[in-house]
């Protein structure tokens, strides 16, 4: 695309300067609407018709001496758009004074759209330019409002909705298990909900009678690893064998799934070989 690119007469004076010792510190990248004679770029000391800057993702070099500078143009507050024809490096040496490093022009041009025409449309170009490898080139990135790849990796990534698919509870209490293989206890996370489904089987009588010293909470299993917690214990309503009911608590510090409050009118003991359905959503704590 960029059939043009060449180091200014600017860019070979620091240049000059760096092979005796200092240091190239590229600052912007920006890319302009504007077209000179290909004869004209060396002399040029501004990208003629600057529309943007680009965000600077930094700077590699290759054993050999090839440096590659990474940007990342975006349209984001471009009330209109335009023909990207130039892109240039500005870079600075030790004295200070930014001048336009190197040029690259293109003949046809690139549409870059208005943020309303088209949202979150994103171009990213890699400048190579093949020099002495006594010469240094660092950068200059400004944070304000910009991240690096990797950094927009990483938060992608953060964003990325939560997926475990579902995953087969394999830890168990107090003799329980699951009811059966078409009834298998199973857990899935999609984002910030979290999905728990079958049913558990008791092979012993479960201890949920209520008590003087009130009624009692039976573990049953505990949640996989990996999936995420409510942010205080929850409690859900369920229903088992015949027309009893009974509780089941999720605890948010122990990942725990507990049964209590068990039976039609009063709390009793769980009957071993119970039928008890548990069909429960809740959200994740943040």
Same mark, same amino acid.
């Given at each position: ?12 004076? #620091? ?21 000179? /004679? ?30 590659? +500078?990474? $940007? ?11 023909? =990207? ?27 870059? @759209?208005?943020? %309303?025409? =088209? !949202? ?13 490898? /006594?010469?240094?080139?660092?950068? %200059?990135?400004? !944070?304000?409002?910009?991240? %690096?790849?990797?950094? #927009? ?8 909705? +939560? ?5 087969? *509870? ?10 059966? !293989?078409?009834?298998?206890?199973? *857990? ?19 201890? %949920?009678?209520?008590?003087? /010293? ?15 917690? @409510?942010?205080?214990? $929850? ?13 089941? $608590?999720? /605890? ?15 709390? +009793?003991?769980? @009957? ?7 069909? #429960? ?6």
């Amino acid at each position: 695309m960029w059939d043009n690119t060449i180091i200014t007469d600017k860019g070979i004076e #620091l240049l000059k300067n760096a092979l005796n010792g200092g240091t190239i510190n590229v600052t912007a990248i920006k890319a302009g609407a504007g077209k000179v /004679d290909v004869s004209a770029l060396k002399s040029q000391t501004a990208v003629s018709e600057i529309k943007q800057s680009g965000t600077i993702q930094g700077v590699t070099t290759a054993s050999d001496g090839t440096i590659k +500078i990474g $940007v990342l143009f975006s349209n984001t507050g471009l009330t209109a758009g335009y023909l =990207m024809t130039q892109l240039g490096i500005y870079a600075k040496d030790a004295s200070g004074t930014e001048v336009l490093f190197a040029i690259s022009q293109n003949s046809t041009g690139k549409e870059v @759209p208005s943020e %309303t025409s =088209m !949202p979150a449309w994103s171009l990213v170009h890699d400048f190579y330019i093949k020099l002495s490898n /006594d010469v240094s080139i660092t950068t %200059t990135i400004d !944070p304000e409002g910009y991240v %690096t790849f990797g950094t #927009l990796q990483e938060e992608l990534e953060k964003q990325q909705p +939560i997926d475990t698919g579902w995953l087969k *509870v394999t830890n168990f209490f107090n003799g329980c298990t699951h009811y059966g !293989p078409n009834s298998n206890v199973q *857990v899935r996370q999609c984002g910030k909900f979290v999905y728990i489904v079958g049913a558990v089987g008791n092979k012993n009588e479960l201890a %949920t009678k209520q008590t003087s /010293d009130g009624i009692p909470d039976v573990a049953m299993f505990k949640l996989p690893d990996g999936i995420g917690l @409510p942010r205080t214990n $929850v409690r859900f309503a369920q229903q088992g064998s015949g027309s009893n009911r009974f509780s089941v $608590v999720v /605890d948010a510090s122990t990942r725990i799934v507990s049964i209590g409050r068990y039976g039609t009118t009063s709390c +009793i003991n769980v @009957p071993a070989d119970a039928w008890l359905n548990v069909c #429960l959503t809740y959200i994740v704590a943040d």
